[in-house]
């Protein structure tokens, strides 16, 4: 389970006293959301066209856009390499990406930095997915609603290709 939400008004002002909250003033920011959802997760597929995780990748990421570390991206370069070698994929047959990214530049870069370090064979396109365009940023909750959307995007036929990333 993951619930979160941004909008509150100590959460506000703590990314308003920051920069990072986006503004008439501040165009490189996030706009807040709030979500909760449940992952339900089961040995076998319990439902029809279930969702299978076929890597797991997990790294941390030093360089923020709070502290002045050289960013690189190599939390989330690492942690896609790792998920992408235990799922015995490579990185151009992804064919769509789901991602946390809510509105700040540095995310987009990181995105960016992460997938050509990854990237050993040319794609003609690898969209990126973000529900953050739609619903803001749902914080801890974002992970799972990129579960949710992949499967709904699977299920109903929408996806891009056969195998997604899910990042963030």
Request: glycine share 8%; with cysteine.
């Amino acid at each position: 389970m993951a619930v979160d939400s941004l909008i509150d008004a100590r959460s506000l002002s703590w990314l308003d006293s920051r920069m990072r909250l986006k503004t008439s003033d501040v165009t490189d920011g996030l706009i807040p959301g709030e979500a909760a959802c449940i992952l339900v997760v089961s040995k076998r597929p319990i439902a029809e066209g279930a969702l299978r995780l076929r890597g797991l990748g997990l790294a941390i990421e030093t360089a923020t856009a709070s502290n002045e570390e050289p960013f690189r991206a190599d939390g989330l370069g690492a942690a896609l390499k790792a998920a992408l070698a235990e799922a015995g994929v490579q990185m151009h047959e992804i064919a769509f990406r789901l991602s946390d990214v809510a509105g700040e530049s540095y995310a987009f870069e990181e995105l960016v930095l992460a997938q050509l370090r990854n990237m050993r064979q040319t794609r003609p396109e690898q969209p990126v997915w973000h529900a953050a365009d739609c619903m803001g940023d749902c914080g801890a909750a974002a992970g799972l609603i990129q579960f949710a959307w992949a499967e709904q995007a699977f299920k109903r036929g929408y996806a891009p290709g056969d195998i997604a990333a899910l990042h963030g």
